[in-house]
């Protein structure tokens, strides 16, 4: 595991060392002792050696003994999925236009 939050990865190699695993992109939500990491990722099809269709992963890391290790996720696996969360988001924080906003129930 990493012990800097901007080292962490979902990069994931066999052991003849095909990345079976690619990380396409990633943002930093959260830093601290709890570090919340959203990656874009592809998984290689094993019989093609092709990236399959991007998926997304939000990743909870806890840091424990200087390093973070991950003590939860959540992953997103197709457009039509990660178009739903996208929808109740905005639904539920309609006016959220990069500001923190409180609700009152």
Not at 26 to 47: C, E, H, I, P
Not at 62 to 71: H, V
């Amino acid at each position: 595991m990493a012990s800097d939050v901007n080292e962490l990865s979902v990069d994931f190699r066999d052991e003849e060392g095909n990345l079976l695993c690619k990380q396409l992109d990633r943002r930093v939500l959260s830093k601290g002792a709890w570090a919340t990491v959203m990656f874009r990722y592809a998984d290689m099809n094993k019989q093609t050696g092709e990236y399959g269709e991007p998926k997304v992963v939000i990743n909870r890391y806890q840091k424990s003994g200087g390093e973070y290790k991950r003590r939860s996720k959540f992953n997103i696996s197709s457009a039509v999925q990660a178009r739903q969360v996208i929808d109740v988001l905005q639904e539920w924080y309609p006016n959220a236009e990069g500001e923190d906003v409180a609700t009152a129930e």
